[in-house]
Antibody, heavy 120, light 110 residues
Framework: QVTLRESGPALVKPTQTLTLTCTFS??????????VSWIRQPPGKALEWLAL???????YYSTSLKTRLTISKDTSKNQVVLTMTNMDPVDTATYYC????????????WGQGTLVTVSS | QSALTQPPSVSGSPGQSVTISCTGT?????????VSWYQQPPGTAPKLMIY???NRPSGVPDRFSGSKSGNTASLTISGLQAEDEADYYC??????????FGTGTKVTVL
């Protein structure tokens, strides 16, 4: 059974750095073809893809946010961490982590999401 | 990479069929079959409904079908049911190994 769970602060101040952790089970990120991605959704708005890390430690980022994002993995802990610098109120959103299989490149399992509010 | 274009809303009565379009360009949707569709009821995480344009994951009712013509992918819900009321998003895995989502469509069951 594949599960993913996001954790991190619910509230951050403008200009601070956000660190989110995705803890997963039911698969290994050292298995060929496995990837974990981060996606966010501002309240009432559409989904926005942020970043992806694959089994080979290759990393890919949204073009518009790449200067602010860093994704990393700890395979032994089954965790993926996303950091986003210089947070702004427009970054207020529910942040999801999700699994992707390279065989189909579909996002087949999602975490429940964590709401992050940026406010002073 | 700009967001893929979807109609803001579609509606239908129970038992009817509705189709949601997802329009890109000849460089993205028109060139690749890595189009997926996601269903998101209010307050919940998205759920994969269709992958690689027309494939259904195990457990997804066959009322849901996908297709593509030119630069536009489509999701059709046949025999609409009250439980199908949700937001729907298309997504594309691009040649740059990134993803782009559609603008989202709200499906209302009348």
């Amino acid at each position: 059974q594949v599960t993913l769970r996001e954790s991190g602060p619910a509230l951050v101040k403008p200009t601070q750095t956000l660190t989110l952790t995705c803890t997963f089970s039911g698969f290994s990120l050292s298995t060929s073809g496995m990837c974990v991605s981060w996606i966010r959704q501002p309240p009432g708005k559409a989904l926005e893809w942020l970043a992806l890390i694959d089994w080979d430690d290759d990393k890919y980022y949204s073009t518009s946010l790449k200067t602010r994002l860093t994704i990393s993995k700890d395979t032994s802990k089954n965790q993926v961490v996303l950091t986003m610098t210089n947070m702004d109120p427009v970054d207020t959103a529910t942040y999801y982590c999700a699994r992707i299989q390279g065989s189909s490149w579909a996002i087949d399992y999602w975490g429940q999401g964590t709401l992050v509010t940026v406010s002073s | 990479q700009s967001a893929l274009t979807q109609p803001p809303s579609v509606s239908g009565s129970p038992g009817q069929s509705v189709t949601i379009s997802c329009t890109g360009t000849s460089s993205d949707v028109g060139s690749y079959n890595r189009v997926s569709w996601y269903q998101q009821p209010p307050g919940t995480a998205p759920k994969l409904m269709i992958y690689e344009v027309s494939n259904r994951p195990s457990g997804v009712p066959d009322r849901f079908s996908g297709s593509k013509s030119g630069n536009t992918a489509s999701l059709t819900i046949s025999g609409l049911q009250a439980e199908d009321e949700a937001d729907y998003y298309c997504s594309l895995y691009t040649s740059s190994s990134t993803y782009v989502f559609g603008t989202g469509t709200k499906v209302t069951v009348l």
